[in-house]
């Protein structure tokens, strides 16, 4: 829950990557109920174009002119679920949209209304029936998250109360979307000391020099940290970033932005975050 947060008022995008069943679209729903603003959801099936995603222009008989019909991209929160079940092609209508907050129809650019948040849940790739989401969207991600099953106690409570039937629906916003533009413009303003912008550079390059690693983190990743960071010290209250801050969102902001030399050799993308934890173990951290 907190990464989402981080990931909402950080002007980012989120990725939840887990097994079926463990809640990723409910999270993103919980969310999208908590705010005032426009919620959409897209359920991303292979069959699906890039125009059922952006909007399509209809011909009007009485104006005899095309109108265009938007899409559910504009909205202010859209939940893409199952994000890898559809095709790279309609995967990559989403892209501009992520990356510069509009879209271009027929030769036509449409800014988007802020706040503009997409939460994507997708399967792990081995399952079947899914695409890779290529590496340049996955960059768009400010930080993938996974669920996780829960314990034996929180499961219990979740069969009894089944509360995605019950209190997913109860829900009220506490928050419009103008309060959450207001604390997006906040941010930039946390304070990052020079030793911290060190540390942040010392563990992407580490990242870049890593023997297990055939790509390491990209400026866009080394920024993203940082603006993860900020977030991160603004919702707990402070103006200014420690290196707890970096080191609790590494692996979120940074594992799915690395190729290692064993996904290339063998499709194992498991090891990313194991890589990760080893290079923040390798590098000292600031006092």
Known sequence: MDQLLIGLIGRGHVLIEDVPGVGKTVLARALARSIDCKFSRIQLTPDLLPSDVLGVSVYNNETRAFDFKPGPIFANIVLADEINRTTPRTQSALLEAMSEEQVSVENTTMPLKRPFMVVATQNPFEFE???????????????????????????????????????????????????????????????????????????????????????????????????????????????????????????????????????????????????????????????
């Open 129 to 287: 029936g899914t695409y890779y989401l290529p590496e340049n969207q996955l960059d768009r991600f400010l930080l993938r998250i996974t669920m996780g099953y829960p314990d034996r106690a929180s499961e219990e409570r979740i069969v009894t109360l089944q509360p995605a039937r019950t209190k997913l629906e109860e829900l009220k916003p506490v928050m419009t979307g103008a309060d959450i533009v207001e604390l997006q413009d906040l941010v930039p303003k946390v304070r990052l000391d020079s030793a911290v912008v060190s540390y942040v550079l010392d563990l992407v390059e580490a990242s870049r020099r890593d023997e297990e690693l055939h790509l390491g983190i990209s400026p866009r990743g080394s920024l993203a940290l940082v603006q993860a960071a900020q977030t991160a010290a603004l919702l707990a209250g402070r103006n200014y970033v420690t290196p707890d801050d970096v080191k609790g969102l590494v692996i979120p902001v940074g594992a799915h932005r690395i190729i290692s030399k064993a996904y290339l050799q063998n499709g194992d993308a498991n090891t990313t975050s194991r890589i990760l934890k080893r290079i923040l173990d390798q590098v000292p951290t600031p006092t």
